[in-house]
């Protein structure tokens, strides 16, 4: 993967962006980044400016870039760096579409580069928000067929679910005893829904690290977190060998109604997700180490058992 350039980081912290770019263009086909008004001063203004016209100097006609990853790809990964940092980031986007699509090569390889970055899983800089401004991007680019649209479409609907902020969808677990548990029933603070394989060797191993992390393990002594694990592909021989905590609800989806009827996006698991007391979602798809930040961040376990003063 390509690494984040910090020269625009810089550009973004008022340093002189004519610099910058001056010292690029001593270079030939070297990425050029525009040349932001010494009157903007406020990085936030800094940043939707340099978003908008990120893309100023950059030849989409020149195909010869596209085997140019130094140049293209780069400059691609850096601009996605910026977009956290200003509110215009569905219009950056959308230029950066409208520009690529003076020709069908161009405009394929910035998707697949989308993809690769922000849909992939096991992308580190994977972000489902962003891509969701990308798919929007597509849908509304007039360049792309009919045809073109569809797995766009097909991917929005997919993203929209289970959002931060939704209320998570309701579905039923079959526990080991028998009994059926549902997600809306479980009380609690916090619920961390695990979904897995237990075939699954990256389930396995985050099994192992949840069952060792002592932020979950402190949250599920004091009662304030719940965790369901769930097997997603229904009550298979490894799901009936595989042990589980016992302070875990431990059950699978019978029918694979979660998968079948795509109810959450699991296109790759294993997959956490943080819900608050309402079943609202706190943390989608999350990574573990996202989820432990969080809750160490937010101090969860330490308010338990704060007196107030």
Partial sequence: MKMLNHTFFACLLG?????CSHAQQQKTKEFRLPDVPV???APEDRAAYLSLHYWDHFDFADTSLISRPEITEQAFVD??????????????IDTLFRRAATGQEMLYHFIGLSDKYLYEPNSPMHDEELHILVLRAL??????????????RYLLEIAMKNRPGDVAADFTVTCRDGRRRQLSGIK????????????????????ELLSLSPVVNGLLESGRLKLLSVCVEGKTPAWEKADFLKSWIDGYDEGQRLTREQVY??????????????????????????????LSENNILRKKYERPR
């Fill in 39 to 41: 009157t903007l001063t």
């Fill in 139 to 152: 849908l509304d680019n007039p360049c792309l067929s009919d045809t073109d649209k569809i797995r766009p």
């Fill in 188 to 207: 609690a603070d916090y619920v961390l829904v695990y979904f897995n394989d237990p075939d699954c060797e990256d389930c396995r191993r985050v099994k």
């Fill in 15 to 19: 340093m002189s962006l004519v610099s």
């Fill in 79 to 92: 601009f996605l760096g910026i977009l956290p940092y200003t509110d215009r980031a569905q219009a950056a």
């Fill in 265 to 294: 996006d699991l296109k790759a698991i294993p997959a956490l997700y943080l819900l608050d007391a309402g079943k609202r979602v706190i943390l989608k798809d999350a990574s573990l180490e996202r989820l432990e930040a969080w």
